[in-house]
């Protein structure tokens, strides 16, 4: 007797703990909560920036911040480089005439908040149960939305429909079970531990021409996945990764002949320049860089050093003066 409940003991055990295991991996399967909030868009971004939160203590935060973002610091007491934790941005026709729609998940004050918004708006409306901000920013209307104790939605689409859709979906769950369509087919080739991605789709047109030459134009017609993978040990390199899909086997084909041509340019270049400083980092970045196809897929691998990461996010901390 006590060995057959033992026995239904283990294996309601194991029935139990298959079904977490299956519930774990469908839920990772699907993209972030944030992502699944935003419209459609031909870019994708997504960053979950708990784990670069911990080189904050490593920077020093003696830099004069900009008189502007000092203002905001002082109004809302947020710190982006502190306080947020997760950034999602749909973006339609990227380049400067972007219209973007954005999640933005963080620790801050909602009454401060908004207060801020209110005093920065040039008028509001009620959506739902949301107040929806209109703030002119750069000649173009910007509508921001506080969708709780820790979630805010901007866009600067000219219409209503991105916020009111992101409001919809953040009030139904229902809604935001299937995100963005580049979300929904490509998170899956997004690598586990990944900080920071983005999903692009490349248009067919002419690429920027890049200095001695360089041009990726050979990405033309193809949809990128590109990954930052954070390190078990933070002292060991990052891994950079991007997954380009092109339209046939033939094309990939094409794709990877090309890029093969662009690094031995790229590096034939690097080795007439005297390269130092920064631009060290960059060299080994580019040296690592791997290249291999699958099927219609091509796979580009390289390792970013962390110094050179460093330098970027020292650079891109919104209170530093140029």
């Known amino acids: 007797m006590k060995a057959r409940r033992r026995l239904l003991i283990a294996s309601f055990s194991l029935i139990v703990a298959t079904v977490l295991i299956f519930a774990t991996v469908r839920g990772s399967s699907k993209p972030p909560h944030a992502v699944r909030l935003l419209p459609e868009g031909e870019f994708?971004?997504?960053?979950?920036?708990?784990?670069?939160?911990?080189?904050?203590?490593?920077?020093?935060?003696s830099t004069p911040?900009?008189?502007?973002?000092?203002?905001?610091?002082?109004q809302t007491g947020i710190r982006f480089e502190r306080d947020l934790d997760e950034v999602a941005i749909s973006m339609r026709n990227p380049g400067a005439e972007a219209e973007t729609s954005s999640i933005f998940i963080g620790r801050f004050d909602p009454n401060r908040l908004r207060?801020?918004?209110?005093?920065?708006?040039?008028?509001?409306?009620?959506?739902?149960?949301?107040?929806?901000?209109?703030?002119?920013h750069d000649g173009r209307t910007v509508r921001a939305c506080i969708l709780d104790d820790d979630q805010v939605a901007v866009t600067n689409v000219a219409s209503?429909?991105?916020?009111?859709?992101?409001?919809?979906?953040?009030?139904?769950?229902?809604?935001?079970?299937?995100?963005?369509?580049?979300?929904?087919?490509?998170?899956?080739?997004?690598p586990f531990r990944s900080a920071a991605w983005l999903v692009y789709r490349v248009p067919s047109q002419a690429g920027a021409q890049l200095p001695e030459g360089l041009s990726f134009d050979f990405?033309?017609?193809?949809?990128?996945?590109?990954?930052?993978?954070?390190?078990?040990?933070?002292?060991?390199?990052?891994?950079?990764?991007?997954?380009?899909?092109?339209?046939?086997?033939?094309?990939?084909?094409?794709?990877?002949?090309?890029?093969?041509?662009?690094?031995?340019?790229?590096?034939?270049?690097?080795?007439?320049?005297?390269?130092?400083?920064?631009?060290?980092?960059?060299?080994?970045?580019?040296d690592s860089i791997q290249v291999e196809q699958k099927d219609n897929r091509v796979i580009f691998t390289a390792t970013i050093p962390q110094s050179f990461l460093r330098k970027i996010a020292s650079e891109a901390q919104p209170g530093k003066n140029p």
């Open 219 to 286: 990405l033309q017609n193809t949809t990128g996945v590109v990954s930052l993978q954070i390190p078990l040990w933070f002292t060991s390199p990052l891994k950079l990764r991007a997954d380009v899909f092109a339209n046939s086997e033939a094309d990939a084909a094409e794709v990877a002949e090309s890029a093969h041509g662009f690094l031995s340019l790229y590096r034939s270049v690097a080795q007439s320049m005297s390269m130092r400083g920064a631009d060290r980092d960059v060299k080994k970045a580019f």
């Open 115 to 136: 207060n801020y918004l209110q005093k920065l708006s040039t008028a509001s409306e009620k959506y739902a149960d949301k107040t929806i901000f209109f703030i002119i």
């Open 65 to 74: 911040a900009d008189p502007e973002y000092q203002s905001f610091v002082e």
């Open 44 to 61: 994708l971004l997504y960053g979950n920036l708990k784990l670069v939160h911990l080189f904050d203590s490593k920077t020093s935060n």
């Open 160 to 190: 209503s429909e991105p916020i009111h859709s992101m409001i919809d979906k953040f009030r139904n769950a229902a809604l935001a079970a299937q995100g963005p369509y580049l979300a929904e087919h490509y998170y899956p080739y997004v």
